[in-house]
T-cell receptor
């Protein structure tokens, strides 16, 4: 049973470019969470999605960030016009349902903005 | 607002010594509580979780944690630390009143001396 898959594992972008981070949940999981880990900090919640629906985006920056989880394919976290402050590790977690379920984490995508 | 505090940023113990990592949560109702471990450059691995019932929970790799409502704590313990336990440890909480997102502590970095 494959775990949560994230790609790419490392991503380098120049300021102003776009970053696309992908997350494939565990088989049978229809709930996806995205978290961001800044250097020397804990993980901060960004967004919670189910298939084709954004359930909670209270942790998403108001501008430049968006997320989707289409009916087919992986969940995508998109960052437009990246800035140096976006450099971080971005983790995806999945669970079979929402509240009260264990979240299983992927290996993360390390984004470096030059 | 819900919060999780890990008072110790760094802890160093000798191999074979006992370990206790502290975690305090702030929330009126009983939260769901988790401990995750993160090795450098890796994702998060679930060590153990508490949802309800027995307040002493056993996890993988010989770890256990005890939920103490009166102290709002969920401390992680291991009777004898191995060099391979050196990593960063995160306490996290979720509640039934939100969408299932997890609130993480700042993390505790464990160093093991030979």
């Amino acid at each position: 049973n494959a775990g949560v898959m994230q790609n790419p594992r490392h991503l380098v972008r120049r300021r102003g470019q776009e970053a696309r981070l992908r997350c494939s949940p565990m088989k049978g999981h229809s709930h996806v969470y995205w978290y961001r880990q800044l250097p020397e900090e804990g993980l901060k919640f960004m967004v919670y999605l189910q298939k084709e629906n954004i359930i909670d985006e209270s942790g998403m920056p108001k501008e430049r960030f968006s997320a989707e989880f289409p009916k087919e394919g992986p969940s995508i976290l998109r960052i437009q016009q990246v800035v140096r402050g976006d450099s971080a590790a971005y983790f995806c977690a999945s669970s079979p349902s929402g509240v009260g379920e264990t979240q299983y984490f992927g290996p993360g995508t390390r984004l470096l903005v030059l | 607002a819900q919060s999780v505090t890990q008072p110790d940023i760094h802890i160093t113990v000798s191999e074979g010594a006992s370990l206790e990592l502290r975690c305090n949560y702030s929330y009126g109702a009983t939260p769901y509580l988790f401990w995750y471990v993160q090795s450098p450059g890796q994702g998060l691995q679930l060590l153990l979780k508490y949802f309800s019932g027995d307040t002493l929970v056993q996890g993988i790799k010989g770890f256990e944690a005890e939920f103490k409502r009166s102290q709002s704590s969920f401390n992680l313990r291991k009777p004898s630390v191995h060099w391979s336990d050196a990593a960063e440890y995160f306490c996290a909480s979720g509640t039934s009143s939100n969408t299932g997102k997890l609130i993480f502590g700042q993390g505790t970095t464990l160093q093991v001396k030979p």
